[in-house]
């Protein structure tokens, strides 16, 4: 089948390219050539996959007679390591303060100086 698909890709892109081909033809015969490479590509894929998963049956028929069914649970999973990397808090587990409770802080944080504090940090000038 596939001998089959490579003449007829072949053949067309003999006419599309040959001078002999008229000018309104050649883009068709391109374009067949193109579909015929992409069918041919889609035959080969599929009969990879299906190679593929003939071979995981005939390990998978394998690994039970050697082992048991049993055995095919497989490990249990460890958790991942690169959690552990990030050393960052996440924020979205924090609880934000309600909206009164900033106003609070910022009034207290924000209060004038006391005439104290402004004798310390004035100069003092004679």
Do not use: C
């Amino acid at each position: 089948m596939l001998d089959k698909m490579s003449e007829l890709i072949e053949d067309a892109q003999k006419r599309a390219k040959s001078r002999n081909t008229l000018n309104r033809d050649r883009a068709r015969w391109t374009n067949l050539a193109g579909k015929l490479i992409w069918y041919r590509d889609q035959i080969l894929r599929s009969m990879n996959y299906e190679a593929l998963h003939k071979e995981m049956e005939e390990l998978k028929r394998m690994f039970e007679k050697k082992f048991g069914p049993q055995a095919q649970q497989g490990p249990k999973r460890l958790p991942s390591v690169t959690a552990a990397i990030d050393d960052t808090p996440d924020k979205s587990k924090v609880n934000p303060p309600s909206p009164d409770k900033n106003a609070q802080q910022q009034t207290s944080s924000e209060s004038p100086p006391n005439a104290k504090n402004a004798e310390k940090s004035a100069p003092i000038s004679k």
